[in-house]
């Protein structure tokens, strides 16, 4: 069964360095998304993406964060300048059909600023 | 705007006894609803899902959950728990071609 997927599974920084974190959607998928739980704590939506454009993002998606579809398989946010709030479990998530709306889950990357 | 709320933090059961995880919502269209289960060090799994037809929906591992339209409610059961059901159970919330809603999550803890 095809599944989504993310690298790595754990991500250790320094706070101010800059952060890439990697998923590969469902391949054909169309829609895709990140999202965080910060430890204890809700899933929250950070962004969507489609057709090669940010769909719709939340308050928490500033200037700090970016993302990029660079090939046809790989879906990619960065954080710039990282702090210690960024620490959290990161999502990512893809839909074959925005209406259809089920959302098919990675593994998640957890990222430790320190 | 939308939101969800899960009324219970913490829930502690012993095995076999019966499980009913409450789950409402604000949202003032058409929505999607659905269960996430996320196990000890894993990743978010879909439970069930509701889009439209009958209220009753089952899902995977036995868990069904029942959409009451008049209450906003999407409430999540299961007959007989198992100690293999302890992890966090998530409600989530989608409208036609909107993003996920998550609710805070009920960490079940079942003890053998």
């Known amino acids: 069964e095809p599944e989504v997927t993310q690298t790595p599974s754990h991500q250790v920084t320094q706070m101010g360095q800059e952060v890439i974190l990697r998923c590969v959607p469902i391949?054909?998928?169309?829609?895709f998304y990140w999202y965080r739980q910060i430890l204890g704590q809700k899933v929250e939506f950070l962004v969507s993406?489609?057709?090669?454009?940010?769909?719709?993002k939340s308050e928490i998606f500033d200037d700090q964060f970016s993302v990029e579809r660079p090939d046809g398989s790989n879906f990619t946010l960065k954080i710039r300048s990282t702090k210690l709030e960024d620490s959290a479990m990161y999502f990512c998530a893809s839909s074959p059909d925005r209406a259809y709306n089920e959302q098919f889950f990675g593994p998640g990357t957890r990222l430790t600023v320190l | 705007a939308q939101s969800v709320s899960q009324h219970n933090h913490h829930v502690i059961l012993s095995e076999a006894a019966s499980l009913e995880l409450g789950c409402n919502y604000s949202y003032g269209g058409t929505v999607n609803l659905f269960w996430y289960v996320q196990y000890p060090g894993q990743h978010l799994q879909l439970l069930l899902k509701y889009f439209s037809g009958d209220p009753l929906v089952k899902g995977i591992k036995g868990f069904e959950a029942e959409f009451i339209k008049s209450k906003f409610s999407f409430n999540l059961r299961k007959p007989s728990v198992q100690w293999s059901d302890t992890a966090e159970y998530f409600c989530?919330?989608?409208?036609?071609?909107?993003?996920?809603?998550f609710g805070p999550g009920t960490r079940l803890s079942v003890l053998p």
């Open positions: 391949s054909n998928h169309l829609y």
């Open positions: 989530a919330v989608g409208g036609y071609g909107q993003n996920f809603v």
């Open positions: 993406f489609y057709n090669n454009e940010i769909s719709e």
